[in-house]
């Protein structure tokens, strides 16, 4: 996980809350990426940003948003318009798509 | 679904038994990767193979590429307790992202 941190490990959101996951790396890549991921299923892409200032939805990116104003964090927002939040969400980052880095992880659980 | 395909869903042997995993997708790819998850953490990468190569090699994992099938095959050797783990392939279409697969589950009975 070195290079890459999310934070928190645990999150726990109510119905109707936007909540807001934190990822930061130091490892110097222009390319970040957010994945979900539910119990027993691989990972599907939520949002990608390639450079500062500009991001791309994935798969996934209704009830999500993303900004990226400094190369170092991507951080992503969980709203209320997304009525399944409740998953395994990880972020990653690369320099090219030859190799990406990936954090410990968030798990967010909604009450 | 734009996902890869991974089979077995999940693997179980003994140590020092040898471990195959198989992946297939569905169009023309610039490379497919590896990646292995241990319980409730992030992934790390394995290997990489490009469009171009047929096998590949990285301590005691073997890769393999079929470009005509569009399947690809990891081969651990001689497994150890400590590689039980999800294993997940994942495609670079040339969209600037990967496309992960469903993984493979393997246990790895000491």
């Known amino acids: 996980d070195g290079g890459i941190t999310q934070s928190p490990k645990y999150l726990f959101r109510k119905e109707g809350q936007n909540v807001t996951l934190s990822c930061e790396q130091n490892l110097n890549h222009d390319a970040m990426y957010w994945y979900r991921q539910d119990p027993g299923q691989g990972l599907r892409l939520i949002y990608y940003?390639?450079?500062?200032?500009?991001?791309q939805k994935g798969d996934i990116a209704e009830g999500y948003s993303v900004s990226r104003e400094k190369k170092e964090s991507f951080p992503l927002t969980v709203t209320s318009a997304q009525k399944n939040p409740t998953a395994f969400y990880l972020c990653a980052s690369g320099q090219g798509v030859d190799e990406q880095f990936f954090g410990p992880g968030t798990r967010l659980t909604v009450l | 679904s734009q996902q890869g395909e991974e089979d077995p869903q999940a693997l179980s042997i003994q140590e020092g038994e040898n471990a195959t995993m198989n992946c297939s997708y569905k169009t023309s790819i610039n490379n497919l990767q590896w990646y292995r998850q241990n319980s409730g953490r992030g992934l790390v990468h394995l290997i990489l193979?490009?469009?171009?190569?047929r096998e590949k090699h990285s301590g005691r994992l073997r890769v393999t590429l079929d470009t005509s099938k569009k399947s690809s095959s990891l081969l651990i050797t001689a497994s150890r307790a400590a590689d039980t783990a999800s294993y997940f392939c994942a495609t670079d279409w040339g969209l600037n992202k990967l496309v992960f697969g469903a993984g493979t589950i393997l246990r790895v009975k000491s």
């Open positions: 940003s390639q450079i500062v200032n500009d991001f």
């Open positions: 193979i490009r469009s171009n190569e």
